[in-house]
């Protein structure tokens, strides 16, 4: 294993919490092996590993460019990660203002609609 | 019926509604068409042009504006949606109406692809205007 990997496998369990990476890597098969060392190593240990901008601002571009690209799937995911990055609701809530202008309004909407239920969940497990 | 019977009638129908668009479009399509392959014209056209577009239930008016409107939004074709602008104003859609369309997508495909559209949309109506100037094409 790689230095960058092993770093990447400690920023993915940072920015996502031991509790999915723990799920995800479970999961991992022969199949995606590969995909998942080249996430590790590209995604976690080399662009969020980075300490050029903060966790919270990359939260934030994250959600924007899911958003903008009609990534759906993913931004459930990454507004669980805001409570380890320390991008607020409000910081998530501007980052979908510019998905609107610049991508289109019903991308933002769905991004919207997407946030505002997994916070519900998260609220919901809170309370649990 | 067998592919060859058909062939002629759906390329000759399909290079008819292309000049309707635009004076002298389907030799500039062919053109370019044919210098990649001989079916590639009737496959191309004949789908668009013929199969699609001459469908009689929208009238060719409104399947321009909604062209261009599509074509906007993806901003992936400059070159296809500065044509359909112009064939849109040959069809019968004012220019007012193409800037109200290029407008309306900005808040469905966000305000870049809707600057793009007004770059046609400039570059479009110069076109026509230059066209104008000189006459119809083809009359020397």
């Known amino acids: 294993m790689t230095d960058r990997h092993a770093r990447g496998q400690e920023v993915r369990r940072q920015v996502l919490g031991d509790a999915h990476v723990d799920r995800a890597d479970a999961a991992r098969t022969p199949l995606d092996a590969p995909f998942q060392d080249l996430i590790a190593e590209a995604a976690w240990g080399t662009v969020w590993a980075s300490d050029g901008i903060s966790r919270r601002e990359r939260s934030m571009l994250t959600l924007a460019l899911l958003a903008a690209c009609g990534n759906f799937d993913e931004i459930p995911m990454h507004i669980r990660a805001t409570r380890q990055t320390g991008a607020t609701p409000q910081d998530v809530a501007e980052a979908f203002q510019h998905v609107a202008i610049y991508a289109g309004v019903p991308r933002a909407n769905r991004a919207l609609a997407l946030a505002k239920r997994t916070y519900a969940e998260m609220e919901a497990e809170d309370d649990g | ?140």
Request: glycine share 8%; hydrophobic share 50%.
């Open chain 2, 1 to 140: 019926m067998s592919a060859a019977e058909v062939t002629p009638d759906r390329l000759r129908h399909a290079l008819e509604m292309l000049d309707r668009l635009e004076d002298g479009a389907s030799a500039k399509v062919t053109a370019n068409l044919d210098a990649m392959s001989d079916d590639f014209a009737e496959i191309v056209l004949g789908f668009a042009f013929t199969d699609v577009l001459a469908r009689p239930a929208i009238d060719l008016r409104t399947r321009e504006m909604l062209t261009v409107a599509a074509l906007t939004a993806m901003g992936t074709a400059p070159g296809q949606l500065e044509f359909h602008i112009r064939a849109a104003c040959n069809t019968g859609v004012t220019r007012e109406e193409v800037v109200e369309i290029v407008l309306q997508m900005a808040v469905y495909a966000g305000v870049p692809a809707c600057m793009n559209g007004v770059a046609a949309a400039r570059r479009a109506f110069a076109a026509l205007d230059a066209t104008a100037e000189e006459g119809p094409s083809g009359t020397g």
